[in-house]
């Protein structure tokens, strides 16, 4: 994080130094960072666009792969596999909750029109299948997420990663982690709320004045693009909160504020980092649900290469999302005059000075 602090600069030369020996692949991945005009230090990792923290995320992707390979395999690909299956939810209970919604819609006056059907159906099965696999979500999914912040983080600090200092540091920062991540369900599952209540409450108001239920539809469209809009901005905040939970001393609603003071300015990017996860993770589940759910060729025998092909793709595109949530955090850090005036000692690397003092290897 800021190597200027916590070690002295001869300290500091003689490490770096040290790891570019040992590992050159990390010394190339200094070089290639600098010739991007990035500088030796990560903290002066600074863009502007989306595409450039594409293209970091990849440089890092490349010079620490073993790492992610296997964050990939052991704590991403077994929750993709069931989030893409729905082997956890009970469709009878999607059916009960997508037939209440359609109730609900229509005693609000909307049309019962296809499109409400299916956005009901939908909604009751992210719901359900959201509530299902909390528990994937809370541990490995979360794990996962703070494996891919250290590893980012080692990268930058020309380090390789290390499992065992991984689980010791995890240890330590654990409770504020989860505690963060409660945090940003409360605020995702409060502006979801809010739309519905909204919703419900702008829909009724036009049946009310009379106004027929195809004409009530397009007021609910414009409120679903401005939900849309805030749903992805407060996504944005809590991926960086999670980020900023790991690596540094804050927790719950302390990282949301700090995350959103953080972004300020940067808000364009993070929407299309947002964007392009979005619609490449909408691609993958679409393609599972047509191409294993609904096809098959003769016995079914496609499904059995097919599938773990998709939930492979899928992990992909959660790892590369985790990882730019991080890349994205050290480049609003870059802009942030704040980054400049605190002098503390990042967390990680406290802890990494305290374990390598205590002989962890």
Not at 295 to 310: A, F, K, T, V
């Amino acid at each position: 994080m800021e190597t200027s602090s916590g070690l002295s600069p001869r300290l500091n030369s003689i490490a770096l130094n040290k790891e570019k020996d040992e590992d050159p692949d990390l010394h190339n991945f200094e070089l290639e960072t600098a010739g991007h005009g990035s500088g030796s230090d990560h903290h002066h990792f600074r863009s502007s666009n989306a595409l450039e923290i594409l293209r970091e995320t990849v440089r890092i992707l490349r010079y620490n792969s073993t790492g992610f390979v296997a964050i990939l395999a052991l704590l991403i690909c077994p929750v993709s596999a069931v989030v893409l299956s729905n082997v956890l939810v009970d469709q009878s209970i999607v059916k009960q909750l997508t037939i209440r919604l359609l109730l609900v819609a229509k005693s609000s006056g909307l049309p019962l029109s296809p499109f409400i059907r299916q956005s009901c159906q939908k909604f009751a099965e992210m719901a359900v299948s959201a509530t299902m696999c909390f528990p994937l979500y809370i541990t490995l999914s979360l794990l996962s997420k703070a494996a891919v912040v250290y590893s980012v983080d080692c990268t930058y600090s020309r380090k390789r990663f290390d499992s065992s200092k991984f689980y010791v540091i995890v240890r330590k920062i654990w409770r504020r982690i989860v505690v963060t991540y409660f945090w940003v369900c409360v605020v995702i599952v409060s502006c979801i709320t809010l739309f519905c209540v909204l919703l419900v409450a702008v829909s009724s108001t036009f049946s009310v004045m009379g106004f027929p239920s195809d004409l009530i539809l397009y007021p609910a469209m414009v409120l679903g693009l401005i939900f849309s809009i805030i749903l992805a901005n407060s996504t944005i905040i809590c991926n960086i909160a999670i980020v900023i939970s790991v690596l540094e001393d804050v927790s719950g609603p302390q990282a949301l504020l700090r995350s959103s003071s953080l972004v300020k300015g940067q808000t364009q990017v993070g929407l299309l980092i947002f964007l392009g996860s979005t619609i490449g993770m909408a691609m993958v589940e679409g393609l599972f649900e047509h191409r294993v759910k609904t096809l098959s060729y003769g016995d079914g025998s496609s499904r059995i290469w097919e599938g773990p092909l998709l939930v492979i793709m899928y992990s992909f595109v959660v790892l590369i999302d985790s990882m730019m949530s991080a890349v994205f955090y050290f480049s609003c850090k870059s802009y942030s005059t704040e980054a400049a005036a605190v002098g503390s000692e990042p967390v990680l690397e406290a802890l990494t000075i305290s374990l390598e003092s205590t002989g962890v290897q």
